[in-house]
């Protein structure tokens, strides 16, 4: 699993027009881009969670568990995409469909249970993702 993690201070997603989630303006939290691959499971999705939870990259070295920061959670395959050869990725590495979104969904879930207040994206959909990047501050997450 690889989580591209990036500190906001907002976002939000729009599929069809509809915000379907969001972190409110001015309001620090996390946006977290997940990709799947073949072999991940609900348990990496687990200590993702609560590494992510854990992060300290919000404004004086807290983590979002210190403030209860808002965290938007949109799948993302394309953090699998291979670059190597040619000028067209490859997805292979990417999970399918029907692995990777129980994965995402036991991601978002694992942050809810350690108290998280989880927005999401559509798994699947044509999403549009707006934010305002605070810092600004990315950083991939991966075991």
Not at 2 to 27: E, M
Request: aromatic residues 4%.
């Amino acid at each position: 699993m690889r989580i591209l993690v990036q500190r906001v201070t907002s976002a939000r997603v729009t599929v069809a027009g509809d915000v379907v989630g969001q972190i409110a303006p001015q309001t620090q939290g996390l946006l977290a881009l997940v990709g799947v691959t073949h072999d991940d499971d609900a348990a990496t999705a687990q200590r993702l969670a609560e590494k992510l939870w854990a992060l300290r990259i919000l404004d004086d070295e807290k983590s979002a568990s210190d403030i209860a920061a808002p965290i938007l959670v949109v799948s993302q395959f394309t953090l699998y995409g291979n670059t190597t050869k040619g000028r067209r990725p490859t997805w292979n590495a990417a999970a399918p469909g029907v692995v990777a979104e129980p994965i995402v969904d036991a991601f978002a879930a694992a942050l809810r249970r350690l108290g998280a207040d989880v927005q999401t994206g559509v798994f699947g959909a044509d999403m549009q993702v707006e934010l305002v990047n605070d810092g600004p501050v990315t950083v991939l997450l991966e075991l």
